[in-house]
């Protein structure tokens, strides 16, 4: 099994891999000590022997394997079967010897396709089942190590199962072979994800509301076609700009000079980016005809990062939210270690001649998921005024942006969604969109079932200048079984191992306000409030 740290350089020598990886925040259940959850239920122990799952195959389920998991590094004893739902979903389940009733499934990333074990998805499962839950995963379908990126999307079956069969059938045969093993039928369900995995957990409230009692959906890709699309169209604004890093550092020192102290406190954060009114023609310094450099932006530069700001324009009018202004600025990664922009990679190029991560991931969904896939499409000449028609059925599929959650919300179901406003992979907006639309659908008791939390300063799923370290699981399992609505979830920033800061991610559209005492960087001198 590779170790965290492997798992970390592996990342930064690849940065295209982050997709796959980041399923989510990473920090579930690191409050469950300190804010321990009042289990109602009593723990089950194994009626059957592991060895003998491999019996619970089905027409359309082989169990291809199923071994004892002996207990080391604080992770119990556990039951692991490997197993495949036809065409080709693989799964994987683990079950404890002593178990707590609670099902658990974390999601995907980018396009998919991951193992088990790959990334960081040993230190999910490990993290759950120390807890005592019964975990599962799933590849959607599809190995990403024989079709990258979106290559998968040639076969229709693959492409509905990567939308949510794969998750659907994987959740149900997990629990059929927990029942089967422990006698009992898990007393509560949950899902976990952020990116591709905050979608899952949208899509399967929305389609399969009896699969989880709660679901954690971090900055979900929610209006996956316009997102992916928009995606490209980024990756070539940039490139053809010549963006680098150095006029990066250079808008960044603008934008917090001019935007930082809007919400009342100068402390190198932007609580809400859509009160700042910057514009990099007027409020940074811009390059004499002719010339360039690094203290300066040219006119193709200025242009190029105000599009980023506005978002595609169709005939007019913009098909989908815009980057906010914010993430220009260096914290720490999103994945791999140590610390650069929040534009680095995902909007523009970590190395000279390379494309960003934006790029790629339009690129592979233009060629793919049109009707018929083309993979020596040229995605040069995609015309955004006339060939978005061509993705309504991917549309139809990936998509989970209806705000009817009555029957989600009718059998009892929680559903925590974050989201961090310096967010480059997706547009943040799109998550405020979805919530006030999901209010506008199911009522002014909407916050009694889903809430959502915007994080200042995050980058995607985890990283950038903010307080990223949060468990939403903990919170959300508290709500589901006790009752207990997160009024705010305590989140910290974390440097060199020690946290330097916490405050209070509050239920949006409720902030976070100092009360005028105490340290700037203790989430007690603050409390939640309606905007100003």
Not at 294 to 307: D, R
Request: hydrophobic share 40%.
């Amino acid at each position: 099994m590779v170790g965290a740290k492997g798992v970390l350089a592996a990342l930064a020598l690849n940065p295209l891999l982050c997709g796959a990886a980041l399923a989510q925040n990473s920090y579930s259940f690191i409050d469950a000590e300190r804010s321990p959850v009042r289990y109602g239920v009593a723990s089950a122990k194994p009626v059957m022997a592991c060895g003998s799952l491999t019996g619970l195959a089905t027409p359309d389920t082989t169990i291809l394997s199923s071994v004892v998991v002996p207990a080391a590094d604080g992770v119990p004893e556990h039951c692991r079967i490997a197993g495949l739902i036809a065409p080709e979903i693989r799964f994987e389940v683990n079950l404890p010897a002593s178990w707590n009733r609670r099902f658990y499934m974390h999601g995907n990333g980018g396009f998919a396709g991951e193992a088990p074990d790959f990334g960081y998805r040993p230190l999910y499962r490990a993290n759950a089942l120390k807890q005592g839950f019964a975990t599962a995963t799933t590849n959607t379908g599809h190995d990403a190590t024989a079709e990258p990126n979106a290559a998968f999307a040639v076969s229709y079956q693959k492409r509905v199962d990567y939308a949510f069969r794969a998750v659907h059938l994987t959740a149900s045969e997990a629990k059929r072979i927990a029942q089967a093993y422990y006698g009992r039928a898990p007393a509560f369900s949950y899902w976990d994800g952020c990116s591709t995995g905050g979608r899952q957990g949208l899509i399967s409230a929305q389609r399969f509301p009896q699969d989880f009692d709660g679901s954690v959906a971090g900055a979900p890709v929610l209006n996956f076609v316009d997102t992916v699309t928009q995606s490209y169209w980024n990756g070539r604004t940039t490139a053809d700009a010549q963006i680098t890093l150095a006029k990066l550092k250079l808008v960044a020192d603008a934008v917090y000079a001019h935007c930082d102290a809007k919400d009342g406190l100068k402390d190198g954060l932007i609580d809400d980016p859509r009160r700042c009114d910057f514009d990099p023609a007027r409020n940074v310094a811009q390059c004499a005809a002719g010339q360039d450099g690094e203290s300066c932006l040219t006119p193709e530069q200025t242009a190029a990062i105000k599009k980023i700001y506005a978002g595609v324009q169709v005939g007019g009018k913009p098909m989908h939210f815009g980057q906010p202004v914010g993430a220009e600025i260096v914290g720490t990664r999103s994945f791999g270690q140590g610390e650069e922009s929040g534009w680095n990679r995902w909007l523009i190029a970590g190395t000279p001649g390379d494309k960003s991560i934006q790029l790629v991931f339009g690129e592979s969904f233009l060629k793919y998921f049109q009707p018929k896939s083309d993979p020596g499409f040229d995605a040069t000449k995609f015309d955004f005024e006339k060939d978005m028609a061509k993705f309504a059925d991917a549309r139809a599929l990936l998509d989970a942006t209806d705000p009817n959650l009555a029957a989600f919300r009718g059998r009892g179901g929680k559903l925590l969604m974050y989201f961090g406003w310096a967010d480059t992979a997706l547009p943040p907006g799109m998550g405020v969109d979805y919530y006030e639309k999901a209010t506008a659908a199911n009522g002014p008791g909407t916050p009694e079932f889903f809430r959502l939390y915007m994080v200042p300063g995050m980058f995607h799923c985890r990283g950038g200048v903010g307080t990223d370290r949060l468990d939403a699981m903990t919170a959300l399992v508290n709500w589901v079984e006790n009752g207990t609505a997160p009024a705010s979830i305590t989140a910290s920033q974390v440097r060199d191992g020690k946290i330097v800061r916490s405050r209070p991610l509050c239920p949006y559209p409720q902030v976070a306000r100092h009360s005028g005492n105490g340290s700037t960087d203790d989430a007690a001198s603050f409390a939640c409030k309606a905007p100003d």
